[in-house]
């Protein structure tokens, strides 16, 4: 397996302007998170998916945020409109139920430049 | 609710040993986790411990859990530059959706 694919790398964006972030779980892995690092803030979480169900979103910092998972293999997280508080760099995680030990893995991340 | 502390930094010279504290708040925790993460790169599983454990040996690597003081600490023997890098400490329970705790990091820095 590839492990967790997230794209873009890199995103340099205007503020006010809409951004998309990607992220492909490992296959079989049925929980998905979204994170934010930020040297002031850490390792955040944002959002996590089971089973593709959105179930905690308390994380989001504000409306502006929103995060689907249209099928197991997928999942975005759209900030619209953008701000320059919210550059950062974005992980996307997944596990499996029952293999606890492994922990997380976590994609590359996006890092995100809102200027 | 669930808490983990860890300092900011470290600094040792390679070939030194450097140890990495933790300490974390919730005593139902299943297992306790290090995570490696290295400049423009994603969180790396490096070690896990089981909470019934008191410590774990892979090769360069000692993991030391107090239980009873919550402390879970890093050994990295004979340090060497490759090993800079931000650590995490993380605590997970098997319970609920496997929630994972992440501490702050503590960035490692190895001196020539």
């Known amino acids: 397996d590839a492990g967790v694919i997230q794209s873009p790398r890199h995103e340099v964006t205007e503020m006010g302007q809409e951004v998309t972030l990607r992220c492909k779980p490992i296959s079989g892995h049925d929980y998905l998170f979204w994170y934010r690092q930020t040297m002031m803030r850490g390792l955040e979480l944002l959002i996590y998916f089971n089973n593709n169900v959105p179930i905690d979103d308390s994380g989001m910092p504000e409306d502006r945020f929103s995060a689907k998972m249209p099928n197991a293999s997928f999942s975005t997280l759209k900030i619209q409109p953008s701000e320059p508080r919210d550059s950062a760099v974005y992980f996307c995680?997944?596990?499996?139920?029952?293999?606890?030990?492994?922990?997380?893995?976590f994609g590359s991340g996006t890092r995100l430049t809102v200027v | 609710g669930e808490d983990v502390e860890q300092s900011l930094f470290l600094s040792v010279r390679e070939g030194d040993s450097s140890v990495i504290n933790c300490t974390y708040t919730d005593s139902s925790s299943t297992y306790l986790y290090w995570y490696k993460q290295e400049p423009g790169a994603g969180l790396q599983l490096l070690t896990y411990?089981?909470?019934?454990?008191d410590m774990k040996q892979d090769q360069r690597l000692t993991v030391l859990l107090n239980k009873k003081d919550k402390h879970l600490s890093l050994r990295i023997a004979d340090t060497q530059t490759g090993d800079s890098a931000i650590y995490f400490c993380a605590e997970g329970d098997s319970g609920g959706y496997q929630k994972v705790t992440f501490g702050t990091g503590t960035k490692l820095q190895v001196i020539p």
């Open positions: 995680a997944s596990s499996l139920t029952g293999l606890v030990n492994y922990g997380y893995t």
């Open positions: 411990i089981f909470s019934n454990m």
